[in-house]
């Protein structure tokens, strides 16, 4: 999970490196919020997630008290450089702290959002690698391998079956909720081209994962249907799955339009200071006065591939059955 949740969306350096916009740096006086420099530590950090999302701070602070040590996920760099992938992976973590396992059963503690959580008893599953064979290689995307066809021995997203791959499902949305809350942060503090490649790759991997996940999770159901019947009826007929799923959903599908919208803002921001910017459905180019630039690449080809096999009747069916 943590490596595939730093995977770039592919920086690419054009040509020189050249000089892009700088931003704050460590403490503003005025606002007492660390800037893009400050030193990384918890105080920092929930200085920073205290002020602009609420939920994240929730989770880091819950963690915080199961002794959690949040800073491994910073790895050296800036508070920003793992904002994103700290609260993924503590909510992966809350989902197990406060669920419940035993050899009576599982339940997994669903963090919705709004400081909200769904508590979800398991039912009966398959191994989620069982229906890797039933996905086309054109939608065999990069966190195919990892998650489903050739998961590491416990994995839950293959263990658990789609309790499992909802699971991801809920902290890649935490992920991107995050860094969307964290929008106003970036600008409060100037923030340059070195800031918004972290904002713009952390969304466009979880943008990615929207499609991945929600396809795994509805094509699992689809395979259990027909495969599986009595696996099938337990999942759907599962009153506090069908809650989660739809809340994570909806949440997560309103997160995505609304990158769509900073991915516009950051595009005015960077031209007020005097750079060009192209944004395609593959790359997001800056370039300076002198046509120097630098990119980065974007998941939309393969977002949009998903989608479209998303609106096919079969999982639409499914979906719909879930969300009622």
């Not at 819950?62 to 800036?78: A, H, P, V």
């Not at 191994?127 to 590491?152: D, G, H, W």
């Not at 991997?205 to 337990?234: Q, S």
């Not at 609106?311 to 979906?319: A, G």
Request: proline share 2%; glycine share 6%.
């Amino acid at each position: 999970m943590k490596v595939l949740k730093r995977l770039l969306a592919g920086i690419l350096a054009v040509a020189l490196l050249i000089s892009l916009p700088t931003s704050s740096f460590e403490v503003s006086a005025a606002s007492g919020i660390p800037g893009f420099k400050a030193k990384v530590t918890e105080k920092n950090i929930l200085k920073i997630l205290n002020k602009y999302d609420k939920d994240g701070a929730y989770i880091m602070k819950k963690q915080m008290e199961k002794g959690d040590n949040i800073l491994t996920w910073f790895s050296g760099g800036r508070m920003l450089d793992g904002m994103n992938t700290a609260v993924h992976e503590e909510t992966h973590g809350y989902s197990y702290s406060y669920g419940t396992y035993s050899f009576s059963g599982k339940t997994t503690a669903y963090f919705v959002g709004n400081k909200k959580t769904v508590y979800v008893p398991h039912t009966m599953v398959y191994q989620s690698k069982e229906m890797a064979k039933t996905i086309p290689k054109r939608l065999r995307t990069f966190r195919y391998n990892t998650y489903v066809a050739k998961p590491s021995a416990y994995l839950s997203s293959n263990v658990d079956g789609a309790y499992g791959l909802m699971n991801e499902f809920m902290a890649y949305r935490m992920g991107m909720s995050t860094t969307i809350a964290l929008f106003p942060y970036y600008k409060s503090k100037k923030a340059g081209w070195n800031e918004w490649k972290i904002f713009i790759n952390d969304c466009e991997n979880d943008r990615m994962a929207y499609a991945e996940f929600k396809y795994y999770i509805l094509n699992y159901l689809y395979y259990a249907k027909k495969h599986h019947p009595d696996v099938y009826k337990g999942i759907v007929n599962n009153k506090e799955f069908c809650k989660a799923y739809k809340t994570l959903e909806s949440s997560y599908a309103k997160l995505i339009k609304e990158y769509e919208k900073d991915l516009k803002k950051i595009k005015k921001e960077m031209e007020a200071a005097g750079y060009r910017v192209q944004i395609s459905d593959d790359m997001v180019m800056v370039y300076s006065s002198q046509g120097v630039g630098t990119g980065m690449g974007r998941y939309t080809s393969d977002y949009n591939k998903l989608q479209k096999e998303l609106r096919k009747d079969k999982y639409l069916s499914i979906h719909k059955k879930v969300v009622k």
